[in-house]
């Protein structure tokens, strides 16, 4: 009998596709991930539909949108009223393995429970505790909802209560890849049965903000490279379009002064990560675990790093929404190629689920589909479009929806004001995606427009009637 594939799942935040150097894209250092990259398939049209944290890691664990998940918008104490958190009763992602007889391990940066407010206390509480009930099957936690403290990480611990925090003094993807190299190994905390696959989430986060954490050893490596050399997108700083988009409150208008103090920092914490991955692969080659191990490396979404004048993410630009997917599987999937089929973020849930044949129990409500036989038979009939949301807190019909195509991205964009704004680019010819065409093709916008809602009208987005309301207004 054939034995089930392991699953490590790999998925750094903040990190661009164009920041994989086997792209070609950003002058990066990444040698482990392009090593694993030339030994898989690697896909170029992978979408991050909501660039922000809580949002895109609820999609992943559910495979459904965020109207149908409730995380509306980034967890945290202000969101606590809209119960903006993993909901117990969705059967997730690890529920799933685990019914399929799966060890089901998660490392690192959570984010996806609202803390409640503490009476009295005026600032916003991000980090939060995680009771087992909630883990839906993780057998193995070693994680914390979200603290940026990257030198001085901290852990909840499996069983550990809310009140035992574990400390470390370390650059926190340096200690996380020790931790899964234990849990590989089968030795530590990270005992599991031998005799069960495992599955392993890995959430480094690092390439997060703050930048300046990051150890000199891989800082030094860009220091003396002048920024021009390093800020190479034909799309770094605009001050007429930062104007254009104040309306919108999710990158930020840092520009291009906060791109050249940090994108040496930034490349950086991306070779640091790179080398834990290698090392982690390392381990899985001592066991004669890497052939019958699937590898995944994606995020949760980019980082504007100058681009149009913006840093951050949360908007509808392709340093934002463009995330890395590359899958190593060298028993199934042949190494050296590329996919242009779309891969959205419910999409990944069903997909992996069924290249590990872990199906049982799968739910038939999610909002993704089963691109399973289309990566491995690198099939170029697949999606050939993804869904783009913006989503203020507790307010499911509000915000914006795009459309994402190899040819063009679309967006259309309801403020708090109720005005609607247009934006369309095309992303071959200005793959920079530096010109709103608004004005200078109609029939293309017609079609994308009629394009894009009917897909919202299929998936009953709530925001698909406010939108009409105001239109016809």
Not at 46 to 56: F, K, R, W
Not at 375 to 380: H, K, P, V, Y
Not at 384 to 410: L, M, V
Request: proline share 7%.
């Amino acid at each position: 009998m054939e034995k089930a594939p392991n699953l490590l799942f790999i998925f750094p935040d903040q990190f661009r596709n164009a920041a994989v150097g086997i792209n070609d894209q950003d002058p990066v250092h990444t040698p482990h991930m392009d090593k694993i990259a030339r030994e898989g398939l690697v896909v170029n049209n992978a979408i991050s539909n909501y660039p922000l944290c809580s949002p895109y890691r609820a999609m992943l664990m559910t495979g459904k949108l965020p109207y149908n998940n409730t995380v509306l918008s980034n967890c945290n104490s202000n969101r606590y009223a809209f119960n903006n958190s993993w909901q117990k009763e969705d059967v997730s992602f690890s529920d799933v393995l685990v019914a399929n007889g799966y060890n089901a391990g998660y490392v690192g940066k959570l984010h996806l429970t609202s803390p409640a407010p503490i009476p009295g206390l005026d600032s916003v509480i991000w980090d939060a505790y995680t009771p087992m009930e909630e883990r839906h099957g993780f057998g193995f936690w070693y994680s914390y909802g979200t603290f940026d403290q990257h030198h001085k990480p901290h852990y909840w611990v499996n069983e550990a209560p809310e009140e035992q925090l574990h400390y470390v003094e370390e650059w926190s993807p340096i200690h996380e890849a020790d931790v899964i190299i234990d849990y590989i190994n089968n030795r530590g905390q990270g005992i599991r049965d031998p005799d069960k696959p495992f599955a392993m989430f890995w959430s480094v986060n690092p390439p997060h903000p703050p930048y300046p954490l990051v150890p000199e050893e891989y800082l030094s490596r860009y220091a003396d490279q002048p920024i021009e050399e390093l800020l190479l997108r034909g799309n770094i700083g605009s001050s007429s379009e930062k104007q254009q988009l104040d309306f919108h409150p999710g990158a930020t208008g840092d520009g291009v002064e906060a791109a050249e103090k940090h994108v040496r920092e930034y490349f950086a914490m991306v070779t640091g990560v790179d080398e834990q991955i290698g090392r982690v692969m390392e381990a899985l080659e001592a066991n004669g675990l890497a052939d019958n191990t699937i590898v995944v490396i994606t995020s949760d979404h980019g980082e504007m790093m100058g681009s149009h004048g913006l840093m951050s993410k949360n908007i509808w630009f392709d340093e934002s929404i463009n995330i890395p997917f590359i899958i190593r599987w060298p028993d199934k999937i042949k190494g050296n190629q590329r996919s242009d089929i779309f891969i959205s973020a419910t999409d990944v849930m069903p997909t992996m689920l069924h290249l590990l044949g872990a199906k049982t129990g799968l739910p038939d409500n999610l909002d993704g589909r089963d691109l399973s036989e289309y990566l491995l038979r690198n099939s170029e009939d697949g999606p050939d479009s993804a869904i783009y949301y913006y989503i203020e807190q507790g307010d499911a019909a509000s915000g914006h929806r795009g459309i994402k195509t190899s040819q063009n991205t679309f967006v259309i964009a309801v403020g708090m004001d109720g005005q609607i704004r247009e934006f369309m680019y095309d992303n071959i010819n200005d793959p920079f995606q530096q010109t709103n065409l608004l004005e200078e093709d109609g029939p293309r916008r017609e079609k994308l427009r009629e394009r894009l809602l009917r897909q919202l009208e299929e998936k009953e987005d709530p925001w698909l009637q406010r939108y009409l309301a105001l239109s016809k207004a």
